[in-house]
């Protein structure tokens, strides 16, 4: 039981370079979040999913997009990084939508240069 | 709009004293607070929650304190260890309203515990 991993750990990209970042989960969860976290500024909501196959925006959507073809998997995509995408990147999936307790994989640091 | 604040970047703390960590929040939506507790290249874990219709919430060492009037919560951890330093994150969820569905996070508060 692996819980939630994330896919790559680390990643330098070039401005306008893209990318997707990976998501997995083994619970059967139904929700699904993609957060970044910068200095000063906690944790903001990016994408969320309340199911496979839905996506919704969060609190800073632009730039990425996501896809959740599959329950078990969330993608989050960058089509043409910038330097303000520089970031650390976590996944978490849910039971249920909040307050259920969210579970976290260990992030992603993006660096674009 | 910061909705979710945590005021204290950082707090340094003697082992064996009381940790207390605040967190303010604005929007009178928010029903349900959770604190998660983060260790570096990790990602952050559940700690403990309080809903809204409970002024205390108490899971071993930690207990959270909710006063709904001045949109103000803490964690206190009693008796704080080394193995807390840790980033903590307080967070808020809403029933209804444009934040239902999600989680609104504060910005952390580092503890560090001295032996």
């Known amino acids: 039981n692996a819980g939630v991993t994330q896919t790559p750990k680390f990643r330098v990209l070039k401005t306008g370079q893209s990318m997707t970042l990976l998501c997995a989960q083994d619970?059967?969860?139904?929700?699904m979040y993609w957060y970044r976290q910068d200095p000063g500024m906690g944790l903001r909501l990016i994408h969320y999913s309340v199911g496979e196959g839905t996506t919704a925006k969060g609190e800073v959507p632009d730039g990425y997009n996501v896809s959740r073809l599959k329950k078990q998997n969330f993608l989050l995509g960058l089509e043409s990084a910038a330097p303000s995408q520089t970031s650390v990147y976590f996944c978490?999936?849910?039971?249920?939508?909040?307050?259920?307790?969210?579970?976290f994989g260990p992030g992603t640091r993006l660096t674009v240069l | 709009d910061q909705q979710v604040k945590q005021n204290s970047p950082s707090l340094s703390v003697q082992e064996g004293r009381i940790s207390i960590l605040n967190c303010d929040y604005t929007?009178?939506?928010?029903?349900?607070f959770l604190w998660y507790k983060k260790y570096p290249a990790e990602g952050p874990t559940f700690l403990i929650s309080?809903?809204?219709?409970?002024d205390k919430n108490e899971d071993g060492r930690f207990t959270v304190f909710l006063n709904k009037s001045a949109k103000h919560l803490s964690l206190h951890i009693v008796p704080s260890q080394p193995g807390d330093s840790a980033v903590y994150f307080c967070a808020a969820s809403a029933a209804g309203g444009t934040s239902y569905g999600k989680l609104t996070f504060g910005q952390g508060t580092i503890l560090t515990v001295h032996p």
């Open positions: 619970m059967n969860h139904e929700y």
């Open positions: 309080i809903s809204s219709i409970k």
């Open positions: 929007n009178s939506m928010f029903d349900y």
């Open positions: 978490a999936s849910s039971y249920n939508g909040p307050p259920s307790t969210q579970y």
